[in-house]
């Protein structure tokens, strides 16, 4: 069934060269790029923080930023690893970061202003409007109904490619018989004895061996092979990245719900195992659950290319390249099944590339097909579902969302398309901005 609105005019709310759709990994990223080189640039974000899923959603450390050799993710990412970890008093880690959120969001809030960026946060974007192949404007939804902002060029950094999709942009999702990883809802428990707990794993009494072995003995809480764990996110507190709420499809609100409902009630199930089973655990608390559930894929936005789980194994390099990446091939199951639960490690296992290696991200990837001013970066780039669950970690993130940054910049500067950017000032400026670029 469908309801027709009468036509109306919107107020624009704001007008910038550079319009940047969702503030996460790589939506910071873009902005803050496209800013640095003095274009006037838009952010804007549904929640009151940025950061997308590594704040609001708390996944809880950074992936692997390098080839065990190089810095991959060496621009932003790099300087935002930095100074989040000299603010936490530790020493940075390229390598698996486990992080502070509040300290994240913070340090997130002065990067954008400081570069420029004129920032809306608590906006919802709910359309854009097309004409003649360009992106004409975004609408937003919020306290004063709909709005809109008008803009030259747009990046879709939401995430789930909405702008790109009300564009009608061509997308893909899931797999061969449309299934989805399943999403987490991420969570942090408090009042944990640290000491305690790596004096037990020392002996294997670390929460993952003895989850997996209470599921071979038929006594484990649910049924879940895959248990990626508790990490330690501060002195007596955890950042958690535990369970799956499997069957829910994260562009569909109704399914989204059950989702949240559901998570909520996984980690009270996982505290009641730590208390009980987990050396250091005795004591801990639930004390958040994540505003943003994590979902790990919805829509691939097809770009003028895709790149595909072939590149990622050739090791491929391209003369448009804006970066290179290493992290391996992490699909997550659709389904309780445990042969499907095993596979994800072994085939993480598996794909993992050796130092020094890694593959190319061409900057045609980002170009999102058939539009003059539309740029996607980030979750949604286009990439076959094996390179997705490569580069969605927020390293990867970061890295595709520069470049869009710069790209978008560079099409305004050149009064192009977004496709016809030189692509070797791209690469120079992402050099000069301090980006890993071979
Ligand atoms: C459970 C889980 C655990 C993970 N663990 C890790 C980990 O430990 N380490 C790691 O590096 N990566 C991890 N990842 C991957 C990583 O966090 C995400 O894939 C990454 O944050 C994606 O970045 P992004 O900028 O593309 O999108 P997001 O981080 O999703 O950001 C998109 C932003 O757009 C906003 N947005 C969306 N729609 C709209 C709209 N209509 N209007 C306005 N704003 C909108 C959202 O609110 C959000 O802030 C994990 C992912 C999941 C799901």
Known sequence: MTISMAARNLDVIADGEVVVCGGGPAGIAAAVAAARIGRSVILVEQTGCLGGLGTAGMVPVFCPATDGERVLAAGICQEVMDELARRMGVEVSYNWFPFDYEIL???????????????????????????????????????????????????????????????????????????????????????????????????????????LRMMDEGKAPLPEYHFVGAFRAGPTRTGNNLGHTYGVNGIDEESLTRGYVEGRKLARVYLDFYREHVPGFENAELSATAALLGVRETRRIVGEYVLTGEDYRSRATFEDEIGRFAYPVDIHSATTDPAAQKHVEEELRATRLGKGESYGIPYRSLVVKGFANLLVAGRCMSADRQVQSSIRVMPGCFITGQAAGVGAALAIEGRCAVRDVNVAKVREVLRYQGQYVP
């Not at 879709?156 to 942009?169: H, I």
């Open 105 to 211: 969001k913070a340090l997130y809030d002065e990067i954008v202003l400081d570069a420029g960026v004129r920032l809306f946060l608590v906006t919802t974007l709910a359309d854009a409007i097309v004409e003649d192949g360009r992106v004409r404007a975004v609408v937003t939804a919020n306290r004063a109904g709909l709005q809109a902002i008008t803009g030259t060029v747009f990046i879709d950094a939401t995430g789930d490619g909405n702008v790109s999709a009300w564009a009608d942009a061509e997308w893909e999702l899931g797999g061969d018989h449309g299934e989805l990883m399943g999403p987490t809802l991420c969570s942090t428990f408090s009042n944990v004895d640290w000491d305690r707990y790596h004096a037990a794993a020392k002996a294997s009494q670390d929460a993952r061996s003895i989850w």
